[in-house]
């Protein structure tokens, strides 16, 4: 149930980005979700891929600073107040959701989430009936 | 053309020598009696204060240099009992220590006196309002003006950096003759005037007494254009008194150097070997009056040559050309002294980073800005936002507070920095003066 998403550290300038994008592309790595946050100094690229751990080693050669951080995914219909629920759930048990994203598959939604406490947060959800994806279905969208 | 002491500063040069070799005979007895430091020296060079008669033996001498007074922070190298000294002053150390000096009352006077032959080089007189932008504090800058404005009766206002708003606006409401701060604050004055809608011609000022960085002819052009004034050049280090050791007459063509009080010598900084007149080295200064802190041929770092062919405007003291270079790593940013090493042993500090970092140096404006760039090692890659934003942050206070100068902290990706010969290039100093 714990998904290894890749960070990679990028600095604001222009094309640091493709050059993630290229280095993965040249081996055929899929990418399920990508996300980044930024500030105006600096930004985060997290990425869902068909394989992180060979991802992580491609782009250490090519110098990038990348890390594999623990996230959780959960599959509900594509509706708002699904979402709402699960985020519901958590806070009600202080579970603190450092960040997420989704995206769309058919009429199904997949909520990618951090907490904090990831084995809390399984525990929880599993608790109100939520369906988690595994890695290796996740990996392979 | 007005000189503040023609005794001293037209003095024949061969009375001159005399004054120097027996001040020089009775600072080495100073040091050599009550500096153990210079004691064990002279002793190891086989050396006792009967060998030195006149400035001819100076460079039998040991040197000194930066370190020397690291090494024996604070206050090692007084030559007097603290109950002596009266006041303390600091500047940049090579790493995280500052350079300490300290003064006699008479020390005091001795500043006053060669900082009123300055300000009465550049024309300044009683009826003069000297502005003085260089910082209060521990700095000498602020307090080096401040005493020779006083000793010449000039009405001083002492309203230290910054605050740029305020500096014209009193020195349009005060009216204001003399301006004393950095040369590329006088720039950045000047320009500052021009968007203030303030008249230039309502302001009075007519001359500005500037140093404490290196500024080019190009430089004094402008400043004097831009504000229309006359510019002079001053020199000092707080290691020999502060401000004073030298600056130009109305001549502006060569800085005088008090050399009743301050010896100067050129030498080849790899060699060591003093140079004749006229070649370009290294400055070396030997205090012959100084009570408290009495130094030894030390070593400035900075690169110039000497000239004892008389001036026009009367002086015998030799002059020494504007300081354009150093001999070392030190950089001066905004008339503050940075050694990239001081960088170094922060970022050592810290046990989040590792020191893979590149200072920048630019002009913006006028001003100097200053840029460390530290690469983000992935053991201390966090995924999160905040985290790194407030490593960041802690890195610029850590840095900012060390070293008494902003600094903007910019995190890189790993082997941005460029590296030759497995040595980074820890400093891009992209100035041009």
Sequence with gaps: MIIHQLSVFLENKSGRLTEVLEVLGKENIRITALSVADTSEFGILRLIVSDPEKAKGLLKEQSFTVNLTEVISVIVPDEAKHYAKILRILSDLDISVEYTYAFSSGKKSVIILRCSNPDDAIKALKEHELELMKASDLYKI | ?433
């Design chain 2, 1 to 433: 053309m007005e000189i503040w002491n023609r005794h001293f500063e037209c003095m024949d040069r061969n009375e001159l020598k005399q004054v120097q070799n027996e001040r020089l005979r009775e600072t080495v007895e100073r040091v050599y009696f009550n500096v153990p430091y210079y004691r064990h020296k002279m002793q190891e060079a086989g050396l006792g204060p009967e060998n030195i008669n006149s400035i001819d033996d100076l460079s039998k001498l040991p040197f000194t240099i930066k370190n020397d007074l690291r090494e024996n922070y604070p206050f090692g190298l007084f030559a007097v009992p603290m109950s002596e000294i009266v006041r303390v002053h600091a500047s940049s150390g090579t790493t995280g220590k500052p350079t300490v000096v300290g003064y006699t009352r008479n020390d005091i006077a001795i500043w006053s006196e060669v900082m009123a032959r300055t300000l009465t080089s550049a024309g300044a007189t009683r009826n003069d309002f000297i502005q003085i932008a260089y910082g209060y504090g521990l700095f000498t800058g602020g307090l080096g003006l401040h005493y020779g404005g006083e000793k010449i009766g000039a009405s001083v206002i002492p309203i230290s950096g910054g605050n740029t708003t305020r500096q014209i606006q009193l020195m349009h409401d005060f009216g204001s003759t003399v301006l004393a701060c950095t040369p590329s604050y006088a720039l950045y004055l000047s320009e500052a005037i021009q968007e203030s809608g303030i008249n230039r011609d309502d302001l009075k000022l007519r001359v500005g007494v500037f140093g404490a960085e290196p500024w080019t002819e190009n430089m004094r052009r402008e400043i004097e254009e831009k504000l229309r004034i006359k510019a002079i050049d001053i020199y000092g280090l707080s290691e020999v008194i502060g401000p004073g050791v030298a600056s130009e007459c109305m001549e502006q063509n060569g800085l005088h150097i008090n050399e009743d009080h301050f010896i100067p010598e050129i030498i080849n900084p790899d060699s060591l070997e003093v140079l004749p007149e006229g070649s370009v080295g290294e400055l070396v200064f030997t205090t012959i009056t100084k009570e408290g802190l009495p130094l030894i041929r030390y070593r400035t770092r900075d690169l110039t040559r000497l000239s004892f062919e008389k001036c026009r405007c009367g002086r015998t003291m030799v002059r020494m050309d504007k300081c354009l270079g150093r001999s070392d790593d030190m950089l001066i940013i905004r008339g503050v002294n940075l050694f990239p090493s001081q960088v170094e042993s922060i970022l050592l500090e810290m046990s989040e980073i590792k020191p893979h970092y590149q200072l920048i140096v630019d002009r913006v404006n006028n001003l100097d800005t200053l840029e460390l760039k530290v690469e983000v090692e992935e053991e201390f890659f966090l995924d999160k936002i905040s985290q790194l934003e407030s490593l960041r942050q802690k890195i610029q206070n850590n840095l900012e507070n060390a070293l008494g100068l902003s600094i903007k902290v910019t995190l890189v990706e790993p082997k941005v920095i460029e590296r030759s010969e497995g040595k980074s290039k820890h400093v891009i100093d992209n100035r041009k003066f």
